[in-house]
Each structure stands twice: as C-alpha cells, then as structure tokens.
C-alpha cells in the first residue's frame, strides 16, 4: 500500500489546485475560528450578562467542542479534493491508464479510499492543533475532558470525503459532480431533514431527518452556544449516530468499490 | 506458446453489439494486426483485454493462463488515446507509469530518445501537440522493455516523417522477438509490418490467421492497346491466369502471386499483332482485399 501511496503522492504534488485547496482550507479554519471567537470577545466585553448566557465557549474543555463545531462548515473543502482528485483521473482517462499499466481496479480505488482517510485524519490533525490553539489564547487550563469531539469531527470528515468519494465514481464529471456535491450537502439535505422533522403537521427540532446521511455525523457536534440555558428537547444519543455513520460509511464504501469494479472504465 | 487466446467474446453496449462470439488467438513472436473499419470493435476488444471494459460473455487468457493486473504490467499498451496527467511533465507522467509497471525509473531517458522526446521532456503534456502526445505514449509502452506490446491505432496523429518512425520501431520491436497486438484502420500500415491479422467487421470476426493466407494477395497486369477488343481475345489465349477484366481503357489480368510473366505477355501479344501501350503489374492491395472481404 505504500508504494501505491506513492504513485498518487507523485500525481497530487504537482497538481495546484490541490495545494491552494489545501491552503485555503486550512487558512479558512484559523480565519473562521477567529471571526467568532472575535464576536464572542466583543459580545463578553460589551454585556457582562452575555457571559452567563454564552458561556466559555474558547475555554478548556468547550474549546474542543467550539472549534470542531465551526470549522466542519469547512468540510466541503476536503471534499472538494477528493472530487478533484477522482474527477481528473476520468477526464484525463488516466484512471483506465492506471489499470492498462497493470494496477488492478481493487488497487485503484483503494488508493483513493487511503487518499480519503488520509485526508481525513490531516484535516482533524489540524483542527486538533487549532482547538490547542484557540485554548491556550483564551487563557484556561489546558484539560483533554470533551477531546472525544475531535473523533467527531473526523467521522464527519471520512463523512463528507466518503460522500464526495461516491459522487465522483457515479457521475465521473468533476462539475456536475462539484455541484451536485454542494447541492446536496448545504441545501437537499436540510429541506428534506425538515420535511422529515415537520412530517405529521408537529414542528420539531429533533426528528427522523438527523438521521440523514450528512446529518448524522453534523449532530455529533451540535451547535456549542446557549448550552447553559435551555435544552429544547433530547438530542439523537451519540452511540446511535456513531453506529449509523459507521452504516453510511460501509454504505459509501460498499458502492463506490462495488460500481469501480464493476463498470466500464 | 499463444500471448493472447480469446474465447468466444461478447460485449453489448446496451443494444449495440460491440462484439460478437469472438475467438483467436495471438502466437508468440508475432505483430499481429487487428484490422477493421471504424467503429468495428478493436478497441473494446483490446479494452476487454486490458480490463477497463468488462466483456459481457466470454474469456481470454493471457500467456496461456487466467489474466491478471500483474501480467498487464509485463505489456506496454497504447489504447485509443495517450491517457498523462495534463498538469505534469512527460518526465513526471513516465515516473508514475514507471512506478506501477514497477519499472526502474532509469529507463524514462531511454525511451523519451527512442520517440524524440529527450528536448521537450519537462515541457506540461498540454503543451504538447498531438503527435507529440502520441510518442510520449508509445514511449510508455517501451518502458522495461516489454516483451509484448499492444498498439491502438498507433500512427494517430502523427506526421510521415513519424509514421515511417513508428513503423520501423515496430519492425525493430518485431526482429527482437517482441510479440505486438497492433489495432488499425489503416491498412497499409498493416500490410507493411504484419505477420498475422485478425479482420472484424461490425463486431464479427470474418477471417484471422497467417497474413499471406488471409489476405493472399494476387498480382495484377495492366495492358492496354489501341484494339482492346482484339487485345482481349489474344490475351484468352494465355492459360496461367486466373480472372480477366476491363478496368477503364485499360485490361486487367488477375495471376496467382508470382506468376505473372511480363516478359511472355508482352512477346504473346506482339507475336499476335497487338503492340502494347500500357502494361503494368500491379500487386493486388490489402486494400482492395480488404474492401473485398468486410463488403460483402
């Protein structure tokens, strides 16, 4: 596997949108964090009462939860890189010459699949940094309790990259592939995690729609802020969105491999 | 030892029949040359073989034994298009195919001189023109020097200077004992390098085997006077040949190959008194017996 590792490091390291990608996404999760962690100082300085309602949300053990929550917004970027990634090796055709060179389709995908993983754990790695960051700025003492929300973050991360993964193998086109991509994770699923939420005429903000498949790993970190005042009603028990992303990702692996195998190139 | 036996192929696009039932086999040592118009089925059936088309009924084996990505390795193969990362350098596209080939990275120089290559090889791959692009793929088939390699329509793209190229590497390939599997519309091509050929037609095998006895040729006289009609009832005096036509103002004798005597053809006709304006022999094209065997 590591000399497959290397043939798809010696494809990556020449490509530049790759690495402004990657700049960017990683840029974007200091410049996010820091955009709301500047609001939150600001709202503390101004209103003494702010404080009470918001809570310490930069302060050792929240500053796990906080930091993980707002950069997976930035989520779409790894899976961005994965479509390009998948995307270009079907317009260049590369992906048939890969296979004619004498790799097997099994290596093939499962290259990418290590490529997501990698991915994957870089982007928590970094989120992980940011959380230690963010932490030592707001001035708390440094405590592993709530760590566990940086696992989260890189289930919801194999999340969207899986997801991303899939999409390239069935549409092949890196734009439809982009915008179906985009559609899907920032407006589809919400509408229809809404309908399912709201099916029987009762408005509720917990519902059978948190267990879409993107949702599913977003609630593992829910949104961090006005914890303190009132919980609006039981959140979906970590263990079983833990166990239904495991589902979703056997699901985005099963097919992807299923359909690369099986198609042809 | 056969390099390539396939069995009874079948492949549907949908409705469309690709392939059908189709079996030959490739010998060792041989160029064997997969003729047939477009779209007939070449290069699905080469993609079958190099497993980035799945066949839809049927087998093949590759060195007598059940195909595997490993033995692609030992085969350089050039199919329909060259396939390179846009973005890198022909240097950097020859590194990965080296590295899954499992190739020594040392023969990259080797094989960018072969195809010319050498001046433009950190240049992008999209930089390059189509012939260019061409040669660098058959620069990636050259890789550790294979012992058998598969060529689709390997010319494509590239001017006379490198189509005379290319045909005399295939020759020098050939004389090394290489075994090559070559697709191509382009006959002449074909006629000039091959030692065996396949001719598909719409997805059917209509004829595969030895080249001289699959297209064994005939020569051709061309004879012309100012008295056609009496040149043609002197020339049905003549026993050794085997057909005789008009062609214009212009008589054709057909012969066995080898056998057409001008020398006695001219004396026959002139001892008749019919003096000859035109006579000509003409070997009978690829070509011709190809249009003779995929029209009917």
């Given amino acids: 596997m590591l000399h497959l590792l290397k043939i798809e490091w010696l494809k990556i390291k020449g490509y530049k949108t790759f690495w402004v990608l990657t700049t960017l996404f990683l840029v974007s999760i200091i410049g996010l964090n820091y955009f709301v962690f500047n609001i939150k100082q600001g709202l503390s300085q101004a209103n003494a009462q702010a404080n009470a309602v ?15 929550y707002f950069s997976s917004f930035l989520l779409f970027i790894p899976g961005l890189m994965i479509i390009t990634s998948i995307t270009n090796e079907y317009s260049f055709k590369t992906h048939r010459q890969n296979i004619i060179d004498g790799w ?5 995908i499962h290259v990418k699949i290590m490529l997501v993983l990698i991915i994957s754990l870089l982007s928590t790695f970094f989120v992980f940094l940011t959380s230690i960051l963010f932490g030592t700025i707001a001035g708390s003492t440094f405590s592993f309790v709530k760590v566990e929300f940086i696992g989260y973050f890189f289930v919801q991360s194999l999340s969207y990259c899986m997801l991303a993964l899939l999409l390239s193998i069935l549409i092949k086109r890196s734009g439809l592939s982009i915008g179906l991509f985009f559609l899907y994770s920032f407006i589809i699923e919400n509408i229809l995690g809404a309908v399912l939420n709201n099916m029987g005429g009762v408005r509720k903000i917990n519902g059978p729609g948190d267990y879409l498949p993107l949702n599913t790993t977003d609630n593992l970190i829910p949104f961090p802020f006005f914890r303190n005042i009132i919980q609006l009603s039981t959140p979906p028990s970590v263990y079983i969105l833990l166990g239904l992303s495991a589902l979703y990702l056997f699901l985005y692996y099963f097919i992807s491999v299923k359909r690369f195998q099986t198609q042809d190139l | ?27 060792s040592g041989s160029v064997f040359g997969i003729l047939g118009p477009n779209g007939s089925g070449k290069t699905t059936l080469l993609g079958i073989v190099m497993d980035v088309l799945k066949a839809t009924k049927g087998s ?9 990505a490993d033995q692609r390795k030992k085969i350089g193969t050039l199919l329909e298009t060259p396939n390179f990362y846009h973005y890198l350098s022909a240097q950097r596209n020859l590194e990965i195919a080296a590295a899954i080939k499992g190739q020594d990275e040392n023969d990259i120089l080797r094989v960018l001189e072969i195809v010319n290559l050498t001046q433009r ?28 390699m598969v060529f689709d329509e390997p010319t ?14 295939i020759k020098k390939l050939y004389h090394q004992g290489k075994t090559i599997i070559m697709a191509s519309h382009l006959l002449d091509e074909v006629e000039k ?13 209509i004829a595969s085997g030895d080249v001289n006895e699959i297209l064994a040729n005939e020569d051709i006289v061309e004879t012309g006077s100012d008295d056609n009609e009496k040149l043609l009832l002197i020339l049905k005096l003549l026993n050794n040949y085997s057909n005789i036509k008009e062609a214009g103002n212009l008589l054709q004798l057909f012969f066995p190959v080898g056998t057409a005597n001008l020398e006695e053809i001219n004396r026959h006709c002139f001892n008749n008194g019919v003096v000859l304006n035109h006579l000509h022999l003409k070997k009978k094209s690829l070509e011709d017996k190809f249009f003779e065997l995929t029209n009917n």
């Fill in chain 1, 104 to 108: 097997s389709r099994h290596q093939f």
């Fill in chain 2, 60 to 68: 093949f084996k590759l060195l007598d034994s059940t195909p595997t």
């Fill in chain 2, 1 to 27: 030892m056969s390099i390539l036996t396939v069995e009874n192929l079948y492949k549907n696009y949908g409705s469309v029949q690709a392939l059908k039932n189709v079996s030959f086999s490739v010998p």
């Fill in chain 2, 121 to 148: 090889k950190d240049s992008k791959f999209n930089t390059y023109s189509l012939g260019m692009k061409q040669r660098l793929a058959i620069a990636s088939c050259l890789l550790g020097d294979p012992h058998v």
């Fill in chain 2, 193 to 205: 390098v091959c030692t065996h050929v396949a001719i598909l037609k719409k997805g059917e095998l």
């Fill in chain 1, 54 to 68: 918001i809570g310490h949300p930069f302060d050792y053990p929240n500053v796990w939860h906080t930091i993980t």
């Fill in chain 2, 156 to 169: 494509n793209g590239l001017d006379p200077v490198g189509i005379a190229e290319i045909r005399e590497l």
